[in-house]
């Protein structure tokens, strides 16, 4: 699949999703239960709004097809990673920040993504990245700052860290695209559960983490450990750090 | 002062002030310091429009106004506290979430408040306070909620709290508002400078506390003292907890 092919079907599917979202957000339909996802977690009704709108255009492609609510879909050559609805707490209470996050992948690993697609639903500001990051078609890059004293979003404080100032908006996939365009200067998130594992899916994140890559970013578990080669599988947990390359270390030390 | 001049006068401000700010959000011209405030923290050019427009507007009526950027203005009876532009860095950055808040009081105390107004500047949702309290004109009510496993905003966790959900958006006026309409559970502020003194100052969080507390909330220090005796003067400081009743001791116990 052409990079040109993958962005016309992000878009498509961006737009009809967020007509469609915006339509229920904020309204106590949207936050009814309807099932339990493959990821495990309650599939909300704005969720499978959205995930139906997506799988419906992607299923016309020969795609193998990995998303939140359903699992693995389809067995194209060409892996999807989808995140029909990023943010559906925000999304179902009409908190203006939620995303919908797609990225194409060559291969089952990360390191094969090809294009990747995040788009805002409530602003319509639009993230991609065919090797070169944009938003709305403007060139990005992640800030430059080596001062731990930054801007972070952090998934959550445990103690009291040096950052300036913290956010925690609730949507992985824009919050990543926030520090590609240096809107903030790092992403944290160290959550885990009672095993250790950490929280965040791989359709939550590696769309962004390609957008934040091509923008300039450092990516690592907070070991520091390269996560290009972690696989587009249900069961993979993600523990990250992404930050401009002069911060990058500095915060694995701090953390 | 009657409650529907100071509705009018409110709206007025709150209408002129969101289409100049709306204009400069998110350019780089916006997050420009042009001043140091008399609160001690830089003024920012959209700090400065929006003041300049909500001055210009209070200034027509017999008021003493205490604002963020030029302390205390006019000697009138009926007192108002300001903040032209709460979320400055969001609104500076063009995130979608910064807000305006005035109150009115006929004492020195914040129990004397009889009026306040809080508005969503990026979406234009309105929150208002006569004694009863309203989004957009319908009443709301904070949440019934009694499980400390509840979806919290708190600046900033310092340990690991039990709560469901964080978030961390960055106008405490409309993070308050969106406790006493019920869709967060509570909002803290635990933080401290170094001499143990909060962060939050009266034209933050007095317009939204009015709100909040006449939507059923309950609101109180994190000793659990009252706060209603306290002064509308620029050098006060607050660490405080709002929720619905049925959390709010158990929260005090979790802090």
């Known amino acids: 699949m052409k990079v040109s092919e993958a962005l016309e079907i992000s878009r498509k599917i961006a737009e009809d999703v967020e007509k469609a979202v915006n339509r229920i957000a904020g309204s106590r339909e949207a936050g009814v239960t309807v099932a339990m996802g493959k990821d495990g977690t309650p599939t909300k009704k704005i969720d499978r709004i959205a995930e139906d709108i997506a799988l419906k255009i992607l299923r016309e492609h020969d795609l193998k097809i990995i998303t939140e609510e359903s699992g693995v879909v389809g067995d194209g050559e060409t892996i999807v990673a989808l995140d029909p609805l ?21 291969t089952e690993a990360l390191g094969g993504m090809f294009f990747a697609y995040v788009r805002d639903l409530a602003s319509g500001t639009e993230y991609h990245s065919d090797g070169k990051s944009y938003r709305n078609g403007e060139r990005i890059k ?3 700052t080596d001062d731990v004293r930054c801007n972070a979003i952090i998934y959550y404080p445990d103690r009291i860290y040096p950052f300036r100032r913290i956010r925690v908006f609730g949507s992985s996939a824009l919050e990543i695209c926030m520090v590609a365009d240096g809107t903030f200067d790092c992403f944290i998130d160290i959550r885990k559960d009672g095993n250790g594992r950490g929280y965040l899916r791989v359709f939550d994140i590696s769309a962004s983490l390609f957008i934040a890559r091509n923008a300039g970013a450092e990516i690592s578990s907070l070991d520091g450990d390269d996560l290009w080669k ?17 911060l990058h270390e500095k915060l694995l030390d701090v953390l």
């Open 86 to 106: 990023d943010g559906t707490f925000n999304a179902s209470r009409g908190i203006p920040f939620y995303s919908i996050a797609l990225c194409f992948s060559k």
């Open 230 to 246: 972690k696989r587009f599988t249900m069961d993979e947990r993600f523990r990250i750090l992404v930050s401009g390359k002069n």
């Open 142 to 144: 992640v800030s430059e």
